[in-house]
């Protein structure tokens, strides 16, 4: 199975400004058909996740543009340009290149 | 719009069979262009794939629950189901369905999830 692991697992931030937050898999998460399956997704207290990334940097519909992804091979990373009050939740990556599909364990953010 | 629903029994005792159902709306779940999952999140835990099925009826599961685990789809109900055999009290989690547009790989519609308890 493919690790994922994120870091920081908590991240308190200012509101307005700057958070990042890492991804690193166990191995490549380049498929065979040339693609990468990594996606970010936004769990906000008490509602179900929802999709902010898909493929390393693509937003999801409706997603505002503060949300950024990027990376290569098995590192990857989510920035937030300027955190909202309405971001604090727990993120988490995906891999959907191989299966068993894995997620990281999460990583809170909160106000400071 | 895509809209997913889950429903079932929330109570479940040791050694029984979970069984849940996801409806679809807003879409057909025979289109060729989604993958249909289930994940769960046990209490104040993370994520974790159960498994996936393809609108041909291919499936996917995660090895740590293949033995016990089978996803199956009914056109005639535009739904899809799970089914987890010999459950203990580990089962205890939310439960979400959720779609995987193909040529994404991700899971970008999801229901609202629904708590199952094992319990005697």
């Known amino acids: 199975d493919i690790v994922m692991t994120q870091t920081p697992l908590s991240s308190p931030v200012t509101l307005g400004q700057p958070a990042s937050i890492s991804c690193r898999s166990s191995?490549?998460?380049?498929?065979?058909?040339?693609?990468?399956?990594l996606s970010w997704l936004q769990q906000r207290p008490g509602q179900p996740p929802r999709l902010l990334i898909y493929?390393?940097?693509n937003r999801f519909s409706g997603v505002p543009d503060r949300f950024s992804g990027s990376g290569a091979g098995t590192d990857f990373t989510l920035k937030i340009s300027r955190v909202e009050a309405e971001d604090v939740g727990v993120y988490y990556c995906?891999?959907?290149?191989?299966?068993?599909?894995?997620f990281g364990q999460g990583t809170k953010v909160e106000i400071k | 719009q895509l809209q997913l629903q889950e429903s079932g029994p929330g109570l479940v005792k040791p050694s029984e069979t979970l069984s849940l159902t996801c409806t679809v709306s807003g879409g057909s779940i025979s289109s060729s262009s989604y993958y249909w999952g289930w994940i769960r999140q046990p209490p104040g835990k993370g994520l974790e794939w159960i498994g996936s099925?393809?609108?041909?009826?291919?499936?996917y599961y995660n090895p740590s629950l293949k033995s016990r685990v089978t996803i199956s789809v009914d056109t005639s109900k535009n739904q899809f189901s799970l089914k987890l055999s010999s459950v203990t009290a580990a089962d205890t989690a939310v439960y979400y369905c959720?779609?995987?547009?193909?040529?994404?790989?991700?899971?970008?519609?999801w229901g609202q999830g629904t708590m199952v308890t094992v319990s005697s």
């Open positions: 959720a779609s995987v547009l193909w040529w994404r790989h991700a899971f970008d519609i």
């Open positions: 191995q490549s998460l380049v498929h065979s058909d040339g693609n990468t399956y």
């Open positions: 099925i393809y609108y041909s009826g291919s499936t």
């Open positions: 995906m891999q959907a290149t191989q299966f068993p599909w894995t």
């Open positions: 493929k390393i940097s």
